[in-house]
């Protein structure tokens, strides 16, 4: 054991920074940083607690110390629970991007539809092929054929009233015009309406 200074040369105590150092990371990795903070807080509420230990009371911040070496093991302890959550919700998010995407593509050619129907009297083109050129980019309009999660077809839309005036179809916010073929979304799938909004539509049981 190491002898401790006389009495008249012991410095009035202060706080560690290490200890300080500790609560601080320990904050930090419980709010945005975990383990990326745990550790280091870990680490330091550690050379903490032996400083403080050997310091005959020139230091304090035993407390800080603690904290963070408590926070810090929260952070570490919550890990396996985030990586938990977070791999679950991969494929929920793709899952909806993907849905959003096949919405687009239905948008569009819901949207083509439409301006072939101005061009030719009112009457819906017979094949979606048909209003490509309403499309600047002929690559888009190829991949806009195609929902990235139907795995059964290259082209994955239907026209539902193919070759017949649009005016003679009924409300507009209820005719659909595009859809696609299989419900390859949970069972669900896209439909554009006349009016130009699109839904996502059960499967009928």
Do not use: W
């Not at 054991?1 to 200890?19: H, K, N, R, S, W």
């Not at 050379?47 to 408590?70: D, E, P």
């Not at 948008?107 to 301006?115: A, F, G, H, P």
Request: one cysteine or more; a positive charge.
């Amino acid at each position: 054991m190491p002898t401790p200074p006389p009495l008249e040369q012991v410095a009035p105590p202060y706080t560690d920074g290490f200890a300080r150092a500790s609560l601080m990371l320990g904050i930090l990795s419980i709010t945005c940083f975990s383990i990326f903070a745990g550790i280091p807080a870990l680490i330091c509420g550690s050379v903490a607690l032996y400083r403080i230990g050997r310091s005959y009371g020139t230091l304090t911040g035993q407390g800080q110390a603690i904290a963070g070496l408590v926070l810090g093991g929260i952070s570490l302890a919550a890990l396996p629970l985030m990586i938990c959550l977070h791999a679950t919700s991969i494929p929920a998010t793709r899952a909806k991007a993907q849905e959003d995407h096949c919405q687009s593509n239905v948008r569009l050619y819901t949207m083509t539809c439409k301006s072939y129907a101005q061009d030719h009297a009112g009457t819906l083109p017979v094949l979606l092929n048909d209003t490509k050129k309403y499309i600047v980019n002929q690559a888009d309009a190829r991949k806009a054929l195609h929902c990235p999660q139907d795995l059964a077809a290259n082209i994955s839309y239907e026209l539902v009233h193919p070759g017949q005036q649009l005016d003679k179809l009924g409300e507009p916010s209820t005719t659909v015009i595009v859809r696609e073929v299989h419900y390859n979304h949970h069972g669900k799938r896209a439909v554009g309406y006349a009016d130009g909004h699109v839904a996502m539509e059960p499967a009928r049981r």
